[in-house]
């Protein structure tokens, strides 16, 4: 049985509701990167939050970071608790810590239809939020269509803090476009961004909201943009003849402006991997196979998927727009049957990570972005760097890369890697630390960005000055000041850089 | 002739070329506001910067803000000069001020044509900018695309720093969504954002620096997205049936997703001009206003133009698809002539405003923008405001009105309105300042945005808390201190509340 380390005592924390339950700690404890799975499997979490408080409006938000700031309490903000960048795990310290669930602070508020702006509460998860506004627009329904892996467990508020984007960003824009107004409660006192088209009021500060991981304050409101929901979204499946040439279609896909609601290129070990899972499942694998090879696409043969949303003229029309800018690139095109297998399955590849532990594999994902030009180099760089962390027990360790989003400048690049989990958890950990290591060092050599999506947290902190320079930090450390001048707020995310990668 | 006053005794300021020639010092005095332009007609320009450098390199403005910082100067970074909110003008106090003219900063750094980056110079001007990107793409040529009316004299530097849009920012996004990188020399070190496509490596800093004025402080370099230049623009006019309904077809443009590169909708009074003006020079406008009233469209009209780039078959299908939008708010299409009447003046109208004065009219225009469904109560409440300022000898205090940018959550609204000069110069000035107190007062009270392009600077400061609040002005407060301790970059802008707008 699991038996909690006593919490701490905590101040007097005003009217919420503040749980010290066992259970409730532990689960307010990790996020959902490799190490907490490691520490939850095998019963070493060794730090729990000392309480899990759910506010039920911005005023109790207040009191309980006026109380927390007054006693030196550490506060993290907590929404779906899917960080993989240890970005809800306690702050190291002897400091007690209040992990604020905002699972109370959830639902649509308003939604003028007119402006496409809905105001929701950060703590709405995303498959709520959908929901809330399926009604819209005489029950065609709206869309905020933002769909991030983590979707189905994930919040609003925690999109935002952690400036994600989803499967479709490529089409409705990253959640940095998509967020109109942001509400939050700091300790120096409220925040109120109303929801405006751009303007020259001075800096944007929405987009200071967006990737602050919880450190300037607690976000508790946001009011973003959606649209009528699109009638059908077909996702297709391309072979492309190569990773690289490949890179250029999926370039001038984007600089043509072609509409696309999603793409993603796979590299030919990931697209090997999909294709062997895939076509394992079909009746006809072999024959399709024996075909691929006649079309001369076989080992070197890289994955497209290209999705286009609307009705099914303008689906038809984008997906043939898509056609016949990649034509010159000779693909051989699948049809929407793979595409609907990745739809039926696109949040739950996490889950495998479970499967895989049981069988003694540990596998881990990070992601960059970096623009067309340096693109190859950097994917090489961090195949490169992973590889070396290969045990001398292990034949290879295998790396899949994919172009995850694309951008007029640049693309995202998500590697998926695969090692043997030692027995220990200590080890198992601190082989999963090493890797991250080297990936990170490479990242940061090749000037690639610290993360696309997935934050900074804490595993990724002592890595951000490579790409933000001291003069960046400056100004985010000048921000979280003014914000939280005890530096309550989850101290160990994107400004500590502090490398905790083995204590994890 | 005109007599300046004695510069202030400076202090060693390093390398650089400093002038204190008395026409220099009064080149650099004023922006391009209405009071700007009293002022230099009446040779009543009461404060003149002490001293006008021309830095040619980072290192040269490092030493510059070293020693301003040491003695107290105000620093004025200096792009072209085509301020409309008093950010360019000497900040009021008895410290000397030292006005920094990028001029010498200005030029190509490096074309990654494969990403789509250039880097610049920030004192590169926009004739200079594009002519620089004629050569790319084997000749085609690349285009930066953003055009605003200050163009041929404002700078990109000046651009990022008021947070700028131009007429084409519809289809190639505004100067924020186009900075890629951003080099700038604070008093309290460096800053080095690197050009990169989103990130989630902690919020966006380059979105700080959009809109910064001159306050955090000096940009002297930036990486831009570029494009391939499109082969031709075309603007087409359309004449809607009142400028109310033909907001809904505008919206729908935006909503269902054509590309189009402009777009603009004055209301009714701003079309009788625009008609008066342009039928005038037809040799058929009796004609073609007698068609028009046939057509039943006449005092109600709204002038819509539309804007495509691209290669013929793209124009005219992106123009078709338009036209089919729009189709059921049954519009008057006028074909390409009077667009390209625009197209030949785009950047001439602030000249008119001289020829005006001549004639003892002022003119000035003003900003903002809101949500869709809050945009005509916004129109209204600000036409009301103007008007209320009407003088006793004046019939009516004309204002005109055009729809400047849409968004998919709401657009801008740009009025231009005239009133009779008072004689006297600071009568003139005072009368300017009542008009736009009004306007902000009322801009403020409905919750629009402070500026949508023009920026904040010294004559929207006192507004801009009603759009941001105290948190947002803490924020940035924050991050000024960070970058500049001593508080001497451009201490009059944005976050200065004082209104001075009757002392200009």
Redesign the interface.
Known sequence: AFRAPSPAELPELGPTDVSQDPLDRLRHARGQALPDLVRLRTGTVARLPDAVARPRAADEIEALLAAASEAGVRVVPWGGGTSVTGGVTPPPGDAPVLTLDLERLAGLHAL?E????ATFGAGTLGPALEAALADAYGGRGATLGHFPQSFELSTLGGWIA????GQESLGNG?V?DLV?GVS?V?P??????????????????R???????GRFGVIHRAAV?V??RPETLRVEAVLMRGFEPALDGV?RLV?E?V?LALLRLSDEPETQVAMTVGLAKSRFGALARGWLALRGVAHDAALLLLGAAGDEAEVEETLERARSVLRPLAPVWLGASPGRTWQRDRFRHPYLRDALLDDGVSTETLET??????LVPVADAVRAALRAGRADDEHELPVLCHLS?A??????LYFTYFWRTPADADAAVERWADLKRRASDAIAAV??????????GSY?APW?EA??????L??????A???DPRGVLSPHV?LDPVDRLGAQ
């Open positions: 003028d007119v402006s496409g702006l952690a400036a994600s984007s990253r940095a109109a939050a700091a120096a006192g409220r925040i109120e961004i109303p929801p405006l088209p751009p303007s020259a009021g001075g800096p944007d500060l987009r200071l909201w967006v990737g602050s991981e943009r649209r009528p370039r600089r402006g509409p972005a970096a623009p067309w030009s340096r989003h951008y007029l400048d640049g693309a995202s000037g690639a960005a610290t993360s696309h999506h997935h934050g900074v990724h951000l790409e933000i320079g001291a003069g960046g400056r100004t985010l450390d000048a921000v000041r003014a914000h994107l």
